[in-house]
């Protein structure tokens, strides 16, 4: 469910009508709505009530920092992967206590930043990063909360690209390597073992690979108990996916399915008082965003007919990336005929497409649209390709509104570059 509806025949992010927003702040515009992500973080965290858990949202998916603070203000934690997620967690008010580091290369200064700051756990992802996190650690006097982040070799039958959790990918450390390297980090002492990880990808449509996942986790869990290794937490990576289709054909399960297949396939974490935590992404922001586009021509070939918008795939790269598909709508509800068009952004590129023989209303020169599920991995995979100025984004709340990134200027995205003397 989100809050992206017609009323009167114009759609709105909650109260706002995206017009308003488009008069207001240009386009192309990411929208969010703040009580979908709220509802969205509500009805995830819900569906593991029934243990004690942490809900690490998953920064890469929607870095700004007014979104992470209204999470934030939630309960939620954050799951990074950089020192630059770290910081914008931090500035947003999430409780370092409550952040958690992932990703297969972090590098000494990132772990140091951490370590100050004094984060929940390190998800370390192979055993070199293990004995440099050990040494900046001890060098710094401090001991460093670890999971190991495993590689249970399960197929999360999504897309190859987001798919991490298989033997061939590079995440994780291999299931044979796990005892021996837990062993390891038990030894080192500016290492301290917190828990145990995994996260087999992203938009799964499916609950069978997370039950699988954390069946290969148990195993390793009792079996290190049985070694004196303790735990205290037990980390089920984020995954869950969202429809994109509507209607869909990819219907992902429900966050209340997934929390009970989870919470059921890990019983144990009640038999030894585990901590259950979680990296959610996508369910929590991706239906709770758009970007509205204006029309800026449209034209026909032999073949075809092509919508022209002022987004590219500079603003919004998953179509390209990954042949994804997004809900287009006009934002004027109309009664004009249907016809089937591809919707193109303005980059000299073939692959830069929004939507290729779609059905949609007639829309002509001028008008708004709105592309939806774009609430996670839009602006934050968005790049200044051709030059072009990344969006604004808003958040509505009610009849509030307010711009959480300007658009940016043309004087930003050169602030970097000179030319050196030896050229003049
Ligand atoms: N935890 C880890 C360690 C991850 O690598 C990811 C996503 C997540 C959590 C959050 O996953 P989610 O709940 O959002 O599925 N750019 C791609 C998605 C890349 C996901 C990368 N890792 C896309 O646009 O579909």
Redesign the pocket.
């Given at each position: 469910m989100n809050h992206f509806e017609y009323k009167d025949g114009e759609k709105h992010c909650e109260e706002v009508s995206l017009s308003e927003i488009a008069r207001e702040y240009g386009t192309p515009t990411y929208v969010y709505s703040a009580a979908t992500l709220k509802r969205h973080f509500e009805v995830f965290d819900k569906a593991l009530s029934a243990v004690d858990r942490l809900i690490c949202f998953?920064v890469?998916?929607n870095s700004n920092i007014a979104v992470l603070r209204l999470l934030a203000s939630m309960g939620a934690g954050a799951?990074i992967v950089s020192g630059g997620e770290l910081v914008r967690a931090l500035r947003a008010g999430i409780a370092p206590e409550k952040i958690v580091f992932?990703g297969v290369g972090k590098t000494a200064g990132e772990m140091r930043m951490a370590l100050e700051a004094g984060i929940l756990v390190f998800n370390v992802e192979s055993r070199a990063e293990l004995e440099l996190l050990g040494k900046v650690a001890g060098e710094m006097g401090k001991r460093a909360p670890v999971s190991l982040r495993i590689n249970p070799n399960v197929d999360a039958k999504t897309h190859p690209y987001?798919s991490?959790g298989l033997q061939r990918n590079k995440f994780g450390i291999p299931w044979g390597a796990a005892k021996e390297t837990y062993r390891r980090a038990a030894e080192i002492s500016s290492i301290e073992v917190h828990g145990m990880d995994c996260?087999i990808g992203?938009?799964l449509t499916e609950t069978e690979p997370f039950v699988d996942a954390a069946n290969m986790l148990t195993v390793l869990i009792e079996e290190l108990i049985a070694e004196d290794i303790a735990l205290k937490a037990v980390d089920i990576?984020?995954?869950?996916g969202i429809p994109y289709q509507e209607p869909g054909e990819d219907r992902p399960p429900s966050p209340a399915i997934y929390g009970e297949a989870v919470v059921e396939a890990l019983g144990v974490l009640r038999k030894h008082s585990l901590q259950l935590i979680c990296?959610?992404?996508?369910?929590i922001a991706g239906n709770a965003g758009i970007l509205l586009t204006e029309v800026l021509y449209c034209k026909e070939s032999e073949i075809k007919k092509f919508v022209i918008t002022d987004a590219a795939f500079n603003d919004l790269m998953?179509p390209a990336l990954?042949s994804?598909y997004h809900p287009i709508s006009p934002v004027m509800q109309t009664d004009r005929s249907k016809e089937v068009v591809d919707v193109v952004g303005p980059i000299c590129e073939t692959g830069d497409f929004f939507a290729r023989d779609r059905e949609l209303p007639e829309v002509r020169g001028g008008e708004l649209l709105a592309i939806g599920a774009a609430g996670?991995?839009g602006f934050s995979?968005a790049s200044n390709y051709n030059s072009r100025l990344r969006a604004c984004e808003v958040l509505v709340m009610g009849a509030e509104h307010a711009a959480i990134r300007r658009r940016e200027t043309i004087e930003q995205v050169l602030e970097n570059e000179s030319i050196p003397a030896f050229l003049d």
């Open positions: 998953s890469k998916a799951d992932s987001i991490t996260h992203s938009q990576g984020g995954g869950l990296e959610p992404g996508r369910v998953r990954y994804a996670a991995y995979m």
